[in-house]
């Protein structure tokens, strides 16, 4: 089964408003990616990111197909549908004639889920008055029991334990129709797809589909408002149920009060209120002795699965004013007798945890990153919200977790360009003071320089031909030298670097490589030991990497081995340097005056390079 919501990646642009709204963190971003990614199994399918995403990028799963397969069985096909229809189409007149064009799709009933709510609202209101001490938290949304089991599980014992009113209409369903009929939901939550999947034998339901799946079979079908006859639902028809898809509607239906004095129930709807009111429930539920009634969106009626662009309190006038109607002349002694009839049906259910909570990193492990993002020193619990995350410190925990990348941060990226653009102005400057010195000697010194440029193009090209990675950094961990197989190991991102910047010299080693194997080099500075040896990975690659001095203090070597390949054949690359060696270090003293230390350094890489191979050699 497909994960309830995925991202398209060849669409992601990366711009992060999928990760702002999840209110799980089930979204993550890894180094060398160039899109998001969900994790099916801490997504609680709210639908939160399916909404925001500003290339539509983020889908939920679809139905229609296996809704299509049922409308072809030779069974009685029944549509249960969700109250909240009657917010959402605006665009029908008479809700007897969106009646006519479902069953125009071919099905053979119609019923209300507002009778299920009925019974499940009746329900609640015999569970609370036998009340015991034990204050419950409603069940009814699927992405709030979602959400406890997976990351609140202590408090999975106060979930009241009742099916939905989508569960409870699928078992009136059977009852009423047999138990071999095909029942199909249509709703407003994208998560009741995943619900439905928790039950067999009279719960069963064979397709779940949402109102914009539901426009689309329209659409397909041709069928339209003014093609059709008015039909009423099915019976057994609902009563105060009707107003379930408003948040408080479950306790108006079960006469349960909301007084502020005295009533004992405490409603919340919406993402943020619902993470603290659980937060809450489970540790001051003894002060506050309240049960709360809880939906993640803000009501049913502005579910996920509706249509885009919606006004809440239109769609809460729309149901209230269909309730009113309905209940003009409504029988109600009828339905007394209706809710006898189903009341002995099981609707109990029980709950698993879950737990997708990720272990708190270590306190030095989240001030590394503070400190690497800038925020050393400053108040972790403020933030932008550029990266998605509350406050900074949430952002470094989420690192460290491996759920998201330090260049999300909006002050680290800015504040690397501004030093990237700085440092490329300092090296302009002294490019033109040596292009002036060298005007000044051209004469002098062109057949120097001819000779120089000679053994800088021998000593890159022995670099280039090496099959491990080698880049050598400055104290600043930026790059002053690299070859292609360290280029290659990095991936596309550092591929496109290089078209620009060839060598990508000048480039941050802290955006190219993950926080956990840079921090190796800045090591290498502190503590003026050479690391060899270290089995690191970067993405799925296992390399063995050893990180070394060249001068103290100011400039560090590493080489990178791609443990998957083939042994490089270490006697072959130090009889190739050496000979570089003997062949070139005379030519290159000669120019000393005019290089520096250039032929020292030379020296000094390329030795160091024959002594990492060595020790390799002799392990």
């Not at 939920?60 to 197909?65: A, G, I, K, T, V």
């Not at 009646?99 to 099905?107: A, D, R, S, W």
């Not at 009626?301 to 885009?308: F, I, N, Q, R, Y």
């Given at each position: ?207 779940v589909i949402t109102f914009q799946e539901l426009r ?51 409603t919340a709807e919406g993402t943020s209120n619902i ?114 995350y509350n406050t900074c410190r949430d952002f470094a ?223």
């Amino acid at each position: 089964m497909k994960p309830i919501v995925e991202i398209i990646k060849d669409k992601c642009n990366l711009s992060y408003s999928c990760v702002r709204v999840c209110p799980v963190n089930a979204i993550e971003v890894k180094l060398n990616k160039d899109y998001a990614r969900i994790i099916p199994e801490r997504c609680i399918g709210c639908g939160n990111c399916t909404s925001v995403c500003p290339e539509d990028a983020i889908v939920y799963r679809d139905s229609l197909d296996e809704t299509k397969d049922v409308l072809k069985s030779n069974e009685k096909k029944v549509a249960i549908v969700a109250p909240s229809i009657s917010g959402e189409f605006h665009d029908i007149t008479d809700y007897r004639k969106f009646v006519q064009m479902i069953k125009h799709l071919g099905f053979d009933y119609v019923n209300e889920v507002s009778f299920g709510a009925d019974i499940i609202a009746l329900k609640y209101a015999e569970l609370l008055k036998n009340f015991k001490g034990k204050y419950y938290i409603s069940s009814a949304c699927p992405v709030v029991v979602q959400h406890i089991q997976k990351f609140q599980p202590e408090i999975i014992d106060n979930l009241a334990p009742l099916i939905s009113p989508m569960i409870a209409s699928a078992k009136i369903a059977r009852k009423l129709y047999g138990k071999d009929c095909k029942i199909t939901y249509i709703g407003p939550c994208i998560d009741s797809k995943d619900e439905a999947l928790l039950f067999k034998d009279d719960g069963k339901i064979d397709a779940v589909i949402t109102f914009q799946e539901l426009r689309k079979l329209f659409t397909e079908r041709d069928i339209h408002e003014g093609t059709v006859e008015f039909s009423e639902f099915d019976p057994p028809i609902g009563y105060k149920g009707s107003l379930f898809p408003i948040s408080n509607g479950l306790l108006q239906a079960a006469d349960i009060s909301e007084d502020l004095l005295t009533g004992e129930v405490i409603t919340a709807e919406g993402t943020s209120n619902i993470i603290n009111a659980t937060k809450q429930f489970s540790k001051d539920i003894e002060t506050i002795k309240k049960h709360f009634n809880l939906y993640f969106c803000e009501g049913c009626l502005m579910g996920p699965g509706t249509s885009k662009g919606g006004e809440k309190y239109i769609r809460h006038t729309r149901v209230t004013d269909y309730a009113n109607k309905r209940l003009k002349g409504f029988d109600l002694k009828k339905w007394k007798t209706e809710v006898d009839k189903f009341w002995q049906l099981d609707y109990s259910r029980t709950f698993k945890a879950d737990d997708q909570r990720i272990e708190t990193p270590s306190e030095d492990k989240i001030q590394e990153i503070l400190k690497a993002i800038g925020k050393e020193g400053k108040d972790p619990d403020l933030g932008c919200n550029a990266c998605g995350y509350n406050t900074c410190r949430d952002f470094a925990t989420a690192v460290a977790k491996g759920l998201a990348k330090v260049d999300m941060c909006l002050t680290y990226s800015l504040r690397n360009r501004h030093d990237y653009i700085k440092a490329l102005k300092t090296t302009n400057e002294k490019l033109a003071q040596t292009q002036k010195a060298l005007q000044e000697s051209e004469q002098i010194a062109q057949k120097e320089k001819e000779t120089a440029k000679e053994a800088s193009d021998t000593v890159s090209s022995m670099l280039q031909k090496l099959p491990s990675g080698v880049v050598i950094i400055d104290k600043n961990l930026k790059i002053i030298q690299s070859n292609n197989s360290f280029i290659e190991m990095l991936g596309e991102e550092a591929k496109a670097i290089d078209e620009v910047i060839p060598g990508l010299v000048g480039a941050d080693l802290k955006t190219l490589l993950p926080f956990n194997v840079y921090h190796l080099f800045s090591n290498v500075f502190s503590t003026k030991e050479n690391i060899l040896n270290r089995d690191v990975h970067i993405d799925e690659n296992l390399l063995n990497l050893s990180v070394f001095t060249i001068r103290k203090d100011k400039i560090v070597g590493a080489v990178f081995r791609d443990m998957y390949s083939p042994e490089v054949r270490k006697e072959e690359v130090l009889k190739r340097v050496t000979d570089v060696i003997d062949k070139n270090l005379t030519m290159v003293q000669k120019i000393g005056f005019l290089l520096g230390e250039g032929a020292s350094e030379t020296e000094q890489m390329l030795n160091s390079i024959i002594e990492l191979y060595k020790m390799n050699k002799k392990e």
